[in-house]
């Protein structure tokens, strides 16, 4: 076979490669298309929703406490703190009167205007005798109280207990309204965010404007 005779049976699969290569080239540039078209259009839908940054700036939080049963606990984030909403016991409630002489601001008097609107200035330190909304964060170091909603003698806690929270870090205790004990290292009670009752069971965390 002569050199030219290759070079000719060489030179069609040749082509054949470029227009294979220049096929793949036209599809991926379509496929990148098609992907930039796509990651434009997903910001322009979320636009119709909260954005993270709205969220993080304090967007209020609506939630349905309907199914929420006495002695419940529910967790919301807001603004990026956890928020607790609790349906109290009558028994709870009660209990929040006992142990008015163990806490350390009863009345909720230390920094009225950061801690506790004017319609949770009351012993309940809420709107709705029965539903507790707080912040579920330390006012000593920032660290996250635990559950001791059960009444009676417990580890780390006194032997009459009438229950509420327990910071593990170092010890501060609040009772079921989120009020702080005396000798704590907490210095104020938990936070009481801004919030409203849009209907009978539905609350809006960070908005108070009608409350």
């Not at 000719?8 to 054949?16: E, H, N, R």
């Not at 109290?88 to 009345?107: F, G, I, M, S, W």
């Not at 929270?165 to 170092?170: A, G, I, T």
Request: net charge neutral; with cysteine.
């Amino acid at each position: 076979m002569t050199q030219a005779s290759v070079n000719a049976s060489v030179a069609p699969d040749s082509g054949a490669t470029v227009d294979q290569q220049k096929r793949t080239w036209i599809v991926a540039t379509c496929a990148v298309g098609g992907a930039g078209v796509a990651a434009v259009a997903v910001p322009f839908v979320s636009t119709f929703q909260p954005s993270e940054r709205a969220k993080a700036a304090g967007a209020a939080v609506e939630v349905d406490i309907s199914a929420l049963k006495a002695g419940e606990k529910v967790t919301v984030e807001w603004r990026g703190k956890p928020v607790w909403i609790i349906k109290r016991t009558p028994e709870q409630l009660a209990a929040l009167k006992n142990v008015e002489n163990q806490l350390a601001d009863p009345n909720s008097m230390r920094k009225v205007d950061e801690l506790t609107p004017k319609y949770a200035r009351n012993a309940n330190r809420s709107i709705k005798p029965e539903i507790m909304v707080a912040v579920g964060i330390c006012s000593h170091l920032g660290c996250s109280p635990v559950d001791k909603l059960q009444p009676g003698a417990q580890p780390s806690l006194p032997d009459d207990w009438q229950g509420g929270f327990l910071c593990p870090c170092h010890g501060s205790t609040f009772d079921l309204a989120g009020r702080v004990y005396k000798n704590k290292p907490a210095p104020d009670n938990l936070e009481v965010p801004p919030h409203m009752y849009l209907s009978e069971n539905r609350l809006l965390i960070g908005d108070d404007k009608k409350a």
